[in-house]
């Protein structure tokens, strides 16, 4: 059975591009940080409770989260494309298409990061009026950011004007054909 809400991603107009330097290195800064505060809680419990089954679980969580994170570095994509009706995000954290037509305001701001190493990168911020995620956040954006607005609020122009269009057209006559008893509406 389909959802309701399911969007239909129509013809990729194109990539947008992405600083890859900044997400891994966003990346594996999160990982290391979260590890040690694991690390430490774990070592912090197995001084604490001197059993030997905190022991085991320590070291089997300590192997766990060292090849997890392994794991995730390696398989770690960062990936926005934009299309004639929808925005795709691909990215370790979330997998989501965003219809345009749900799309309030575009906005183009500079992060805390983008300034700090003067890359050149933005993030787009994009509101909705979804009642599940109010706003969406393109990070690291290797692009001109108030340009990539300006295209993206002129395909939600388009986009609201063809599902707007799309409920006022009527159909010009209809048709009757009988076929074996039956009316067929045409």
């Not at 006022?168 to 045409?186: G, H």
Request: with cysteine.
């Amino acid at each position: 059975m389909k959802d309701k809400n399911e969007i239909r991603v129509s013809k990729k107009i194109r990539d947008i591009d992405v600083d890859l330097y900044q997400h891994f290195f966003v990346l594996n800064t999160m990982l290391v940080v979260f590890n040690i505060f694991l690390t430490v809680a774990l070592i912090y419990m197995c001084v604490k409770m001197q059993y030997w089954y905190i022991y085991v679980i320590g070291g089997v969580l300590f192997v766990l989260i060292t090849v997890y994170s392994i794991l995730t570095h390696k398989k770690a994509v960062f990936k926005y494309s934009l299309h004639e009706n929808s925005i795709v995000i691909f990215t370790i954290f979330r997998k989501e298409i965003i219809n345009l037509a749900d799309i309030v305001s575009v906005s183009a701001k500079k992060t805390f990061i983008d300034k700090m190493f003067k890359r050149g990168s933005c993030t787009i911020v994009l509101k909705t009026n979804s009642y599940i995620n109010k706003k969406y956040c393109l990070y690291y954006l290797n692009e001109d950011g108030e340009e990539l607005c300006e295209q993206i609020k002129g395909l939600i122009e388009k986009t609201k004007f063809d599902i707007k269009t799309a409920n006022e057209v009527k159909p010009i006559e209809e048709k009757v054909v009988e076929i074996q008893n039956r009316k067929i509406i045409k």
